[in-house]
């Protein structure tokens, strides 16, 4: 494939469900080559796999632990081994809270598990991409990361404040990626979703149905994957032309001030 006819290509960590695998179809309907990510090779990763080559477009299964920070380099190639050259990183592996509770009473092992994956995966996984698209000469396409970070990286939740934590700090970090990447013409972005229907969620979803219902959200109702997939993709093809370091609330207007 020339230069001029490159197709453009995408990371989507986390993305055998949930979130990660509504932006896997989002980007397959745009005609992005995509690679699945979860942490092992499993049959949900595999009918994931399955589900997006449906869409016509080259597929790949990348099954890594985003949070073993040394296999970051080995995973990035074995995906371009079987795509091509990536244009696009979307962070959105997450994990939550061991128990929800107190504040006072979090574990380390809590925190840290939150920070491995949240943060510290998301910083490491775009540094090795970063390094890998600065390494090379670039079709013109539009390169991006977008990391899917939290309302609660500006809201606080009191019973999940492990959780908030490392999402601020998974923030300020799609905005240091965005003043480093930013002269290189790789845009950055930060997705905070609000209340969405997924697996995480389903514990708590009816209450936030109901508070949702009851005005917590200015359209009262809780958000689907797939609008968060659409608004990924549309930065990933970079239709939100002249912007980067933008931190985008996908929560139907939770966090506006009101009185």
């Not at 492990?162 to 300020?172: G, Q």
């Not at 708590?204 to 149905?209: H, K, L, S, T």
Request: with cysteine; hydrophobic share 50%.
């Amino acid at each position: 494939m020339s230069a001029a006819s490159a197709r453009p290509a995408a990371l989507v960590t986390g993305s055998s469900r949930g979130i990660g695998l509504a932006v896997a179809e989002a980007l397959a309907r745009e005609g992005f080559a995509v690679a699945i990510n979860a942490p092992v090779e499993d049959a949900e990763l595999a009918a994931a796999v399955a589900r997006i080559a449906a869409y016509g477009v080259p597929v790949a299964a990348a099954p890594f632990d985003v949070s073993a920070i040394g296999s970051h380099d080995a995973a990035l190639g074995a995906v371009e081994d079987k795509l091509g050259p990536l244009t696009t990183l979307v962070n959105n592996a997450g994990v939550g809270v061991l128990k929800r509770g107190d504040m006072l009473e979090v574990s380390e092992e809590s925190w840290d598990r939150c920070f491995a994956v949240n943060t510290k995966a998301l910083f490491f996984l775009s540094l090795a991409f970063a390094r890998r698209l600065l390494a090379r000469s670039r079709p013109p396409l539009f390169h991006s990361i977008v990391n899917v970070t939290s309302s609660n990286a500006v809201a606080v939740a009191e019973q999940r404040s492990e959780y908030c934590a490392s999402k601020a700090a998974a923030a300020m970090v799609s905005k240091t990626l965005a003043v480093r990447l930013g002269r290189e013409n790789i845009a950055v972005y930060d997705v905070q979703p609000g209340l969405i229907a997924t697996e995480m969620t389903a514990p708590v979803i009816e209450a936030y149905r109901e508070r949702a219902s009851q005005g917590l959200t200015l359209f009262p109702r809780v958000g689907e994957p797939d609008e968060v997939g659409t608004l990924i993709a549309s930065l990933a093809t970079g239709r939100l032309p002249y912007t980067t370091g933008l931190s985008i609330p996908a929560d139907a207007g939770m966090l506006v001030p009101r009185f």
